[in-house]
């Protein structure tokens, strides 16, 4: 299992756990708008907890979309193949701007809520060039797989405290990196099984 694969799977949980702890601060516009330097067709869509947008681009390969939010959310970006996952909170009018060429490599963000959202997208590309094989990291002994997630995890969370972002992403984000910990971990014992073909005792409790 590949990291990208992997990431896909996170962002499908992030949109869920955002519609389980969306609340109500009543109803304020935020706006969505970017420029997509090469293009690869004339429309890009806009995917939340729940509900999905088509967004199309104009002559200019640019757009701009009205959202009508109670609460921040994650939502995912998607042009042709790729994907990109943002954090949007009532009031913010965030532009996003990417070349299809070096998509991941490209994405910034400008405007309100642009640094939480640059955090966000030079973590995602981080991770795509670590290249990590999972198959290597779910065949590691108990305690070095331990180790190596929770030091993920904490060195994650330190990097978040020393951020001065809003309490609403800072609680997503830590919510986020303690699920994707518990995901490693709880699929830990039959993946070790699967690679390395040796029978494994389960995990002990945290």
């Not at 070096?102 to 290249?131: H, M, R």
């Given at each position: 299992?590949?990291?990208?694969?992997?990431?896909?799977?996170?962002?499908?949980g992030?949109?869920?756990?955002?519609?389980c702890?969306?609340?109500?601060n009543?109803n304020?516009?935020?706006?969505?708008?970017?420029?997509?330097?090469?293009?690869?067709?004339?429309?890009?869509?806009?995917?939340?907890?729940?509900?999905?947008?088509?967004?199309f681009?104009?002559?200019?390969?640019?757009?701009?979309?009205?959202?009508?939010?109670?609460?921040?959310q994650?939502?995912?970006f998607?042009?042709?193949?790729?994907?990109t996952?943002?954090?949007i909170?009532?009031?913010?009018?965030?532009?996003?701007?990417?070349?299809?060429?070096?998509f991941?490599?490209?994405?910034?963000y400008?405007?309100?809520g642009?640094e939480?959202n640059?955090?966000?997208?030079?973590?995602f590309?981080?991770?795509?060039?670590?290249?990590?094989?999972?198959?290597?990291?779910?065949?590691?002994?108990?305690?070095?797989?331990?180790?190596?997630?929770?030091?993920?995890?904490?060195?994650s969370?330190?990097?978040?405290k020393?951020?001065?972002f809003?309490a609403?992403?800072?609680?997503?984000?830590?919510?986020?990196?303690?699920m994707?910990?518990?995901?490693?971990?709880?699929?830990?014992?039959s993946y070790?099984?699967?690679?390395?073909?040796?029978?494994?005792?389960?995990?002990?409790?945290?």
């Amino acid at each position: 299992m590949k990291l990208n694969k992997a990431i896909l799977i996170l962002t499908i949980g992030l949109l869920i756990f955002s519609s389980c702890e969306m609340k109500d601060n009543g109803n304020k516009k935020s706006l969505f708008c970017g420029q997509i330097t090469n293009a690869k067709e004339d429309i890009a869509i806009l995917s939340g907890s729940n509900s999905s947008d088509t967004i199309f681009l104009d002559e200019t390969q640019s757009f701009c979309f009205e959202l009508n939010i109670t609460s921040g959310q994650y939502m995912v970006f998607s042009h042709g193949r790729e994907i990109t996952t943002f954090f949007i909170e009532p009031g913010d009018s965030l532009f996003i701007s990417l070349d299809t060429k070096e998509f991941d490599e490209t994405v910034t963000y400008s405007g309100i809520g642009a640094e939480k959202n640059n955090f966000l997208a030079q973590g995602f590309l981080k991770a795509e060039e670590s290249n990590l094989d999972y198959n290597q990291l779910y065949s590691l002994s108990t305690d070095s797989f331990v180790f190596y997630v929770d030091s993920i995890m904490n060195s994650s969370l330190e990097s978040l405290k020393q951020q001065n972002f809003t309490a609403e992403f800072s609680k997503f984000e830590e919510a986020k990196l303690v699920m994707e910990n518990s995901i490693h971990k709880f699929n830990y014992p039959s993946y070790y099984e699967h690679f390395t073909k040796r029978e494994k005792d389960d995990l002990p409790d945290d």
